[in-house]
């Protein structure tokens, strides 16, 4: 089973640049999420969705955006990147969302330069 | 809000010794908490789910428990080895009575040398 996938691995973009992070899952997940990972400060929520069609913020939702159009992809997008979205992003999806496992992504490695 | 905080934040064991991972919140009314493996570089790998009517969940050489009341996990890894050595996170779901029950907060987690 492939999991939950993301691509890309690595990306570097200039300030002002335009990007989407891609992140499928195979195994019928209602549940999925975006997280932020900075050195020292944990993995922050930044926007969640409970099926397709229904997106809610998290705790860092600004300059970001996301849509659910199928229950398998989840993508999230970088409208005007900048320094501070310098991040590594991770992708998670859980079955309902109550007592089960979340289950994440390898990750994507961004820097805005 | 939830705060999750984890203790100590770096730990370096010789090969072979038992450990203990400390992980602490303050809102106890949690669905579950899961404790998470990250390597350098990588993603993050899912060790053990406790749910909140648990006590305890076991894998192999690793051993969860969980006292709600008091706010507390604790992982504990028997005869480490080098192959242990990662970052270990732990990240409480939390109950209706804690509001959206989506949404996993985490620590940031334990970095965990092993030496051979």
């Known amino acids: 089973n492939a999991g939950v996938t993301q691509t890309p691995k690595f990306r570097i973009l200039k300030i002002g640049q335009s990007m989407t992070l891609q992140c499928t899952q195979d195994?019928?997940?209602?549940?999925m999420y975006w997280y932020r990972q900075d050195p020292g400060m944990g993995l922050k929520l930044i926007y969640y969705?409970?099926?397709?069609?229904?997106?809610d913020k998290g705790e860092v939702p600004n300059g970001y955006n996301v849509s659910r159009s199928t229950t398998e992809d989840f993508p999230l997008r970088l409208e005007l990147a900048a320094p501070s979205q310098t991040s590594v992003y991770f992708c998670?999806?859980?079955?309902?969302?109550?007592?089960?496992?979340?289950?994440f992504g390898q990750g994507t490695r961004l820097t805005v330069v | 809000k939830q705060e999750v905080t984890q203790i100590p934040a770096a730990l370096s064991v010789p090969e072979g010794e038992n450990l203990v991972l400390n992980c602490s919140f303050t809102?106890?009314?949690?669905?579950?908490l899961q404790w998470f493996r990250q390597d350098p570089g990588k993603g993050l790998t899912s060790l053990l789910l406790?749910?909140?009517?648990?006590r305890e969940q076991t894998s192999g050489r690793l051993n969860a428990s969980l006292d709600k009341s008091s706010g507390r996990s604790t992982l504990y890894i028997a005869a480490s080895q080098p192959g242990d050595s990662a970052t270990y996170l732990c990240?409480?779901?939390?109950?209706?009575?804690?509001?959206?029950?989506?949404?996993?907060?985490f620590g940031k987690g334990t970095l965990l040398t092993v030496n051979p």
């Open positions: 998670a999806s859980s079955y309902r969302g109550g007592n089960t496992e979340a289950f």
């Open positions: 195994m019928n997940h209602n549940y």
């Open positions: 969705s409970v099926g397709a069609g229904i997106t």
């Open positions: 809102d106890s009314a949690i669905y579950n």
């Open positions: 406790i749910q909140s009517s648990q």
């Open positions: 990240a409480v779901r939390p109950g209706r009575s804690g509001g959206s029950n989506y949404k996993l907060t």
